[in-house]
């Protein structure tokens, strides 16, 4: 269900986070693009699709069962939309995720790379991929160890994937620009051009720090609805 919100509209909102972007991007002197993926989860089509009007094309879930159900009819409305998927990818979804799927940025070990590419042969598509990196050590958090990327990253190359950037969500207690640091050394180590890094909270920060892809969903769709709402 959708929320009601009072105030600025979605496509002011991110009108808004637009301008924060570009500001941010020229404050670091910034001359490549910053990508804002606009972070739909929970959010139903009609609440996201005044972003698509307003122009938004980079979106992205978190979960593929809930993107089956909103994406498709949405991609049919305005077909050049990049859908990228955030959260964690259990094998036994990724055939499901390589048909809907244009980027997949939770790649977080070598059974889900073997899985991507086995879907993607079958498919005849493959997605883009980003490695996520558990840049924190934090045990509840989904991504692979700091010291183990390189060789994840080797591994996604030799089965054919395009890994196109390192992922990774900081502490959320902690100032977050150490972590942004470490990603961005962390790629350079990888042989990887680029990151996704950078929240609603913290994107300016991240993209001083080298970010090319920032994720922001509550500042331009509001507060989100409860799960057990949907």
């Not at 859908?83 to 048909?99: F, I, M, R, T």
């Not at 050394?185 to 890094?197: K, N, Q, W």
Request: glycine fraction near 8%.
């Amino acid at each position: 269900m959708t929320t009601h919100q009072e105030g600025p509209s979605v496509a002011e909102q991110l009108a808004v986070v637009r301008r924060s972007i570009a500001e941010a991007a020229a404050a670091a002197g910034r001359t490549e693009p910053v990508h804002l993926v606009a972070v739909t989860k929970t959010f139903d089509a009609d609440h996201v699709r005044p972003a698509l009007v307003a122009g938004q094309r980079v979106v992205g879930e978190n979960r593929v069962q809930e993107a089956k159900a909103k994406w498709p009819g949405l991609k049919a409305e305005f077909p050049d939309i990049e859908l990228h998927l955030l959260g964690p990818l259990q094998s036994n979804k990724a055939k499901d995720a390589v048909a809907l799927f244009d980027v997949i940025e939770s790649l977080d070990r070598e059974k889900i790379a073997e899985a991507i590419a086995k879907a993607g042969e079958a498919l005849g598509r493959l997605p883009k991929v980003m490695v996520q990196v558990n840049i924190g050590r934090e045990p509840q958090k989904a991504g692979v160890a700091p010291e183990d990327a390189a060789s994840l990253v080797a591994r996604c190359r030799a089965l054919g994937l395009d890994v196109i950037a390192l992922m990774a969500i900081p502490p959320a207690d902690a100032p977050p620009a150490p972590y942004f640091d470490a990603l961005a050394r962390l790629a350079a180590d990888c042989g990887v051009a680029d990151t996704s890094m950078g929240m609603s909270g913290d994107y300016e920060i991240a993209i001083a720090h080298g970010a090319r892809w920032v994720r922001v969903g509550s500042a331009i769709f509001g507060s989100r609805p409860s799960i057990a709402a949907q």
